[in-house]
């Protein structure tokens, strides 16, 4: 059971805006900024977002983050086919004083 | 940026294992590091982290007394020792490199641990 919920799958059509929520509680979403990542089967991951929003350089700006209390979301529009991956959010939760994840969504495009 | 890990095998349950990485492309010492495991079919997992100097270091709980991190800055390398290894310790293990406070803006590419 992880301390942050993500859905597991999410979908969507090329072209459409699609948005991965993460839930967690004031001693994580709450207290710290939320990075999420990509994943694609048998690599490494990718960071996409850090500090809630911030894009690192080469991340296209179809990708953007937010949070709000002790929920985070991931947009992703223009959906590519490139993009069918998994997506995880994670951050510092002061409690456990340990980087949490949430379990993972696996994004399929139709 | 490049982070390249090694020393991970087939290992007995209760064995130890020592992993490293060794990284190049950036300033080792003016980075925190950390390493996160994925189990087969799992999501990913924070295992530790240490700060730049080395002088602070973090776990998660399952693993606390287990594990140690460390850090040589004169070799660029990072190291994960882990003692009484379980087979829920079975994954592949990615060290990844912090940006300023946030964890993982660089990755390596894995090396897995199998305890059987």
């Known amino acids: 059971q992880s301390v942050l919920t993500q859905p597991p799958s999410a979908s969507g059509t090329p072209g459409q805006r699609v948005t991965i929520s993460c839930s967690g509680s004031?001693?994580?979403?709450?207290?710290?900024?939320v990075n999420w990542f990509q994943q694609l089967p048998g690599t490494a991951p990718k960071l996409l977002i850090y500090?809630?929003?911030q894009r690192p350089s080469g991340v296209p700006d179809r990708f953007s983050g937010s949070t709000s209390g002790t929920s985070a979301s991931l947009a992703i529009s223009g959906l590519q086919s490139d993009d069918e991956s998994d997506y995880y959010c994670?951050?510092?939760?002061?409690?456990?004083?340990?980087?949490?994840f949430g379990g993972g969504t696996k994004l399929t495009v139709l | 940026v490049q982070l390249v890990e090694s020393g991970g095998t087939l290992v007995q349950p209760g064995g130890s294992l020592r992993l490293s990485c060794t990284v190049s492309?950036?300033?080792?010492?003016?980075?925190?590091m950390g390493w996160v495991r994925q189990a087969p079919g799992k999501g990913l997992e924070w295992v530790s982290g240490?700060?730049?100097?080395?002088?602070?270091?973090f776990y998660q709980p399952s693993v606390r007394g287990r594990f140690t991190i460390s850090r040589d800055n004169s070799k660029d390398t990072l190291y994960l020792q882990m003692y009484s290894l379980r087979a829920e310790d079975t994954a592949v293990y990615f060290c990844?490199?912090?940006?300023?406070?946030?964890?993982?803006?660089?990755w390596g590419q894995g090396t897995l641990v199998t305890v059987s």
């Open positions: 240490i700060c730049a100097s080395g002088r602070c270091t």
């Open positions: 492309g950036f300033i080792f010492s003016d980075s925190a």
């Open positions: 004031s001693s994580n979403i709450g207290s710290h900024p």
């Open positions: 990844a490199k912090y940006h300023g406070d946030y964890l993982g803006d660089f």
């Open positions: 500090n809630n929003y």
């Open positions: 994670a951050t510092w939760d002061v409690s456990l004083r340990a980087w949490v």
